[in-house]
């Protein structure tokens, strides 16, 4: 069969495909997303009708605008600084060294990462005006920094800890035999070559403490106000929408510089190498690394225990009674549906969002690990790669209100769709998912494809052929993670959730703001089974075994 | 003086490694040959203090039980991947200077003569990812003999060049190690490699060490049929025709014998004592490659200079070079 | 083969869980019977009824089920609920969907935002065929009731622990300024001005009782080591030591109300202090652009009927605004109500808020 118009087509073929594959996520992420931001921070540099773009940058030159700024930055830089110092070491122990239970310690450590903020500032405060209260932490920024660590901890050991499970040992050794000590190694080897994805892993942590909205609010006491809380207060309760879309803007610059920093330094091949090093057990040196892990653990632990006990206390009694009062409305009517419900609704909407993270993140991944033959293509991969990863860096306030202003009217009238919840919880699922797929799809040697393909498989076939096997592993780990992350999604959820139909953790929140000792003893008990499902999910994840989840 | 006695390696339970002894004498040396598998990369990885190992390994009658690695001052050179991406070749060929705290200026001197040394100077400020596999390789080389180590230890350096490269490699890799003096374990599944490095030849198969010694002697005598295949001899014949290609080589031997041929011992010659029929024949650039169905033997391979065309079917008379059997018991 | 059965089994989990998926349930959302809205004022004759009115209300709205369902059964409509947020998010969120509404009607619009709300024409004109007596005292000013109805008050006072108190040999706290005094240092927990209201009501009870001198009180009550939370949830339930968490303060910003809830053999363990409080009044209207018109009136002439005013203090916590209505036995009891609460106009506070919320942050961060 001639092939007549292959010189136009085949240039042609390869950002066609590109763009097709992304077509559908593009086209979801423009509706649900820059629609939305667009939406409001539009409204906010035309108050009153005409364009005002001075007014916002004025805001910019607020005194209260360069406080919260600085606070943000030195909080966010310190939380990520101390996360990684405690994550490193723990990533070495968990995945370098087989020491028991070791699985399970790295599912449990994934639970801080996606309980609902405000249950762990409950958490949190009660240890610190309880048993943790000699150490005087309460309300000041420490407290803020203990809550960043602890939810961000997991993102630095699960990524380091793959980058590190699949080095390759060879360099060590050789430099092992030129003389140099362990320690030298480490410093010389080990951490130049980990680089990439202890850079990564950081800026991600920095994302998230730089838009952490519950932690700073419940530990902070109000006292210290970060950008997203102030993004929080000028649009909910002063409506001065100029002064949140300045604020907005600043964010999206910090996203996009810290997206160009990650960028430069994420090597875009992983190399093929000879099968890892395996882990081996623990040596008297590894002594402060097991310290450390032990330290972490503890840390990460003493908030959940504080919440479990909590959970089984009644009136000064060990007691199952705030379990089993879940079935209930609460006292004093404080619910409109039995929390129960609540769960099963949870449990469905993570369902959806779930599927639809994976299948936009699928299709994502896919084009944006197909070879770029043209500098044009792999800009435009680049692109694509780094605009899902926006959604991150975005205040909840800003996306759950721009869509109540944009999408209120036909053709997009989807204000009422029960479609609203699961599409912005996958929206900040998506991230997650393409991070855990793109590195499994670009471990796989193209050549592998072209293979296929000289044996007479069409485009498609090669796909199932090669890519497939590959992909169910990390496919069945990214669907566990954004499982686990609808489930504890509140930020958008709380403005989204409408009428009866309350997420989980929604329910939580008013458990907790209607008076009632029972009341409180049945937010801390809907807590705990959040967590537990958490862990149940994130454990099955942990028993695929897939080794290298890049950036998560 | 590296001696080993009766080292064991177990992986999970199962043996990698048993009970293998050998001495290599200074400023020798040793290759260790196998097939994949054979646990050859085992024993070097035993010996550089990476893998647990029961048994004795010495050097000059100390034990080195107990040692880490970067205290046993053997280098390490692998067939890639062991330059440091982030450092220059210069930074990559100082880094052991370094780590003994040798002034900078001496330690760029050192790093000059170790490039001139193995052909690459000028190479300083290049970066590993930028250089051929040859290049990488040699850089390795001058890397791990920056600090004269006591021993060299080489994982099959040069697999992973393709086979021109490799000859020059192994002679220049030969004539620095002897220029340098340096004691060297190399460990390959190549025998050429073997030849064109070795003062010394080790055999090992399934974990187990079959033979040892000088070069030339493994090479003329090997232990066994097994080990004589391995070494690069074509065939293993036994009884008649064996005797047949003996006695056809002039030489005399008493009793069954079981003989190992290399393919250019029989050789077309117009008078020659054993007669057949030619099966296939091939040119080559040095000679024409027979095989010729020998009266008496069996299917064999021949040589014959280029000038000669024998053809398929064609009747021709062969000699036995006695030089190139060996008798192996 | 293993890739086809591995195919089998994943598009039969897929079909199992898009059973389970959200998109299943069918009672979410209103479903118009007609397609066109009826507009307001036009005879009944002519259109059918619209069966659902959509209720846009903050997230502390509680009525019982029965009084709802016997609403709807009399009525024939159907209420939906769209409960989020509290009070001043409930106006922005109003403000921001002006003319284009999530419902036709919205309760929990309270004096402090109604101003906001109004100026930004949310509400559409309406006033209930028959207001009670005593019930226009509560009408926003300036407004008159055109367009928003009172529907409850509370007030947002100081509460403090009688018995921790009573242990402690101390004697409680009665005023605004008692809060200063060095006897009290250390406990005294309140919710913040910027992140809720009844914060913001405490900070407006300051600013009527000490005018333009509000922030040097607030700079003493600081000194005097005051705990400033971001909730009311916080300051209650973890840090008051009457709340769920057994906390350590004593002294807690809540409502009038509360006295009744910590009830325990007979006598109350909490008082409110009825010279600091601040009035808070609840405001239901019509708005603008509603489907449902017809609908949200009569829902908000059955907010005033006697059976929801009397059921408002045991779900929603505030006091009705018919006079008259019967109050439970705990309410006539331990419930008080301040005779003087401190008051600041709603022009006033829509024009500052801003302003004194920025201050009030300057004086409470460090």
Known sequence: MERRHLPLGGRLRGPVTLLALAAVPVAVLAVFFVLPVVGMVGRGFRPEGHWDVGGVLDVLARPQ????????????????????????????????????????????????????????????????????????????????????????????????????????????????????????????????????????AGSVVFLFCATSFGVVLTLGGLRYASVETEIYLLTTNLLDLQGAAALSLLQLLVVVALLLIGARTRPMRTSTQRAPARPRRPRRGDLPQLAVTVLLLAFVALPLATLLIGSLQVDGHWSLANYRALDSTGSHQALLEPATTALNLSLRIAVDATLLALTLGLLVALSVTRRARTRGERRLRGILDALFMLPLGVSAVTLGFGFLVTLDRPPLDLRDSPWLVPIAQALVALPLVVRTLVPALLGIDDRQRQAAASLGAGPWRAVLVV????????????????FAASLGEFGATS?????????????????????????????????????????????????????????? | MLSLREVSVRYDGSPALTDVSLDLPDGQVLAVLGPSGSGKSTLLRAVAGLEQSTGTIAWDDRDLTGVPTHKRGFALMFQDGQLFGHLTVAANVGYPLRLRHVPRPRRRERVAELLAL?????????????????????????????????????????????????????????????????????????????????????????????????????????????????????????????????????????????????????????????????????????????????????????????????????KVRLRADQDRLSILS | MRLRALATIGVTVLLATTACSVSTKNDSGPDDTTSAPVPSGSTASAAPKIKDVVLVTHDSWSL???????????????????????????????????????????????????????????????????????????????????????????????????????????????????????????????????????????????????????????????????????????????????????????IVLSYDSDPAYTVKGGTTSTQALLDTCFTEVEYAGVLTGAKNVPGAEAFIEWLLSPQVQAALPRSMYVFPVVPGTPLPADWTRFAKQPTNPLTVSPAEIDANREKWLQQWSDVTSR
């Not at chain 1, 080095?167 to 030129?178: N, Q, V």
């Not at chain 1, 890519?467 to 954004?482: E, K, N, T, Y």
Request: hydrophobic share 50%.
């Open chain 2, 118 to 314: 193995v052909g690459l100077a000028g190479y300083e400020r290049r970066l590993p990812g930028t250089l051929s596999g040859g290049e990488r390789q040699r850089v390795a080389l001058a890397r791990a003999l920056a600090v004269e180590p006591r021993l060299l230890l080489l994982d099959e350096p040069l697999s992973a060049l393709d086979a021109g490269l490799r000859g020059r490699l192994a002679a220049d890799l030969r004539a620095i190690l002897v220029a340098a003096g340096t004691t060297a374990l190399l460990v390959t599944h190549d025998q050429e490699e073997a030849y064109a490095v070795a003062d010394r030849l080790a055999v090992v198969r399934a974990g187990r060490l079959v033979q040892e010694g000088p070069v030339a002697q493994v090479w003329q005598r090997p232990a066994d049929p097994e080990t004589a295949l391995f070494l690069g001899y074509a065939r293993v014949l036994e009884g008649a025709p064996a005797a047949a290609v003996l006695a056809a080589a002039g030489v005399g031997h008493a009793g069954p014998a079981t003989v190992a041929v290399r393919r250019s011992a029989l050789v077309l010659a117009e008078d020659g004592p054993l007669s057949g029929v030619v099966a296939q024949a091939r040119a080559t650039p040095d000679q024409v490659r027979l095989v010729v169905d020998v009266d008496g033997v069996g299917e064999m391979d021949a040589v014959a200079g280029s000038a000669a065309h024998p053809g398929p079917g064609e």
């Open chain 1, 65 to 200: 605008v360069h406080r919260v700024l600085w606070f943000t930055v030195w909080t966010s830089t310190a939380a990520t600084a101390v996360t990684l110092v405690l994550g490193l070491p723990a990533a070495y122990v968990l995945h370098r060294l087989t020491v028991p239970l070791r699985r399970v310690v790295r599912a449990a450590l994934l639970v801080p990462f996606v309980l609902p903020t405000v249950v762990v500032g409950v958490a949190f405060r009660q240890l610190f005006t309880g048993p943790l209260a000699r150490l005087h932490v309460d309300g000041t920024p420490w407290a803020i920094l203990a809550g960043l660590v602890f939810f961000n901890a997991a993102v630095v050991v699960r990524a380091v800890g793959a980058a590190w499970e699949s080095l390759d040992p060879r360099p060590g050794e050789a430099a092992a035999a030129l003389g140099a000590s362990p320690g030298t190694v480490f410093r010389t080897v080990t951490l130049p070559a980990l680089r990439p994805a202890i850079v990564g």
């Open chain 3, 64 to 250: 019982p089920k029965k009084l709802v369902a016997q609403w709807e059964q009399q009525t024939g409509y159907h209420l939906v609920v769209r409960s989020n947020g509290d009070a001043g998010k409930l106006t922005n969120k109003l403000v921001l969907t002006q003319g284009n509404p999530d419902g036709d009607v919205s309760f929990g619009v309270d004096n402090t935002f109604a101003t906001r709300a109004l100026k930004a024409n949310v509400f559409a004109p309406y006033t209930p065929a028959s207001v009670p007596t005593g019930v226009s005292g509560y009408d926003v000013e300036g407004d008159g009731g055109q367009h928003l109805t009172p529907i409850d008050h509370s007030d947002v006072c100081v509460n403090v622990d009688t018995t921790w108190f009573a242990a402690h040999h101390l004697t409680p706290p009665t005023t605004l300024d008692d809060l200063t005094k060095p006897a009290y240092k250390n406990l005294f927990v309140t919710p913040g001005a910027s992140t809720s209201s009844p914060g913001m009501a405490f900070l407006l009870a300051t600013i009527a009782a000490y005018g333009d001198g509000w922030q040097s009180y607030w700079s003493k009550l600081m000194a005097n080591g005051a705990e400033i939370t971001d909730g009311w949830d916080q300051a209650y339930e973890v840090e008051f030591t009457q709340g769920g968490g057994k906390g350590k303060r004593p």
């Open chain 1, 467 to 482: 890519d497939v096997p590959v992909l169910w592993r990390p496919l069945l780990a990214s669907a566990g993670f954004a």
């Open chain 1, 495 to 552: 403005f989204l959730a409408r009428d009866e139909n309350a997420t989980l953790p929604v329910v939580i929140y008013r458990l907790l703001g209607h008076p009632g000792a029972m009341n409180y003893g049945m937010a801390l008990a809907a807590s705990c089974v959040l967590a537990a499902t958490t862990a149940v999910v994130m454990l099955v994840v942990e028993r695929l075994r897939v080794p290298s989840l890049g950036v998560l």
